[in-house]
């Protein structure tokens, strides 16, 4: 069964040369992969919480999209089962618009006769990520003062999903003035 290549090749952030035409025959980027990510907006959508929790990276790196599924199952599962539905809302606030490209080479007996080599080495589509900055905010919760606590601790389950390290901000959201 083929294993996916471990992410550490994948880190580093650099302006992807990944043109993606609507002629084919001008894309170096044939198909685009499907997007894992299921929800970005869960929760309540309409309810007004006091509270903002942000999950805030500490360096800059990308993280594909199956971390960030990954990440968002996790942390909505404790928050909906330990807050309810109605009681918080959780959003991702990134999308994963660089697309990962490969250039497969063959290793073992006879390699040298199936690879091309560096030419057309712009490689083969293989995922998406997202391209994220230092102190760019991951995920957002926002919830009410009795359940902070858990809203704390479901970004933690959910930094641990992902790779680089990230911290937790709490801010308060003052409520809109009247004119």
């Not at 199936?114 to 998406?128: E, R």
């Not at 919830?143 to 308060?172: F, H, M, W, Y």
């Amino acid at each position: 069964m083929a294993k996916k290549r471990k992410f550490c090749a994948y880190r580093a952030t650099e302006r992807p040369y990944t043109r993606f035409s609507k002629f084919k025959k001008l894309s170096f980027v044939k198909a685009r992969p499907v997007n894992r990510i299921v929800r970005y907006d869960m929760g309540s959508s309409k309810k007004k919480f006091p509270y903002s929790l942000h999950l805030v990276s500490k360096i800059t790196l990308q993280i594909r999209d199956n971390a960030l599924e990954s990440a968002r199952l996790s942390s909505n599962r404790m928050l909906e089962e330990n807050a309810g539905k109605n009681n918080y809302r959780m959003r991702i606030m990134i999308y994963p618009h660089h697309i990962l490209r490969e250039n497969p080479l063959a290793a073992g007996a006879g390699a040298d006769r199936m690879s091309t080599g560096m030419k057309k080495s712009f490689g083969k589509t293989i995922g998406v990520c997202a391209q994220i900055s230092k102190g760019q905010t991951i995920f957002k919760v926002d919830i009410g003062k009795s359940n902070l606590d858990l809203a704390r601790r479901a970004l933690k389950r959910a930094s641990q999903k992902l790779p680089g390290s990230c911290t937790i901000e709490v801010t308060e959201n003052k409520p809109a003035a009247k004119a």
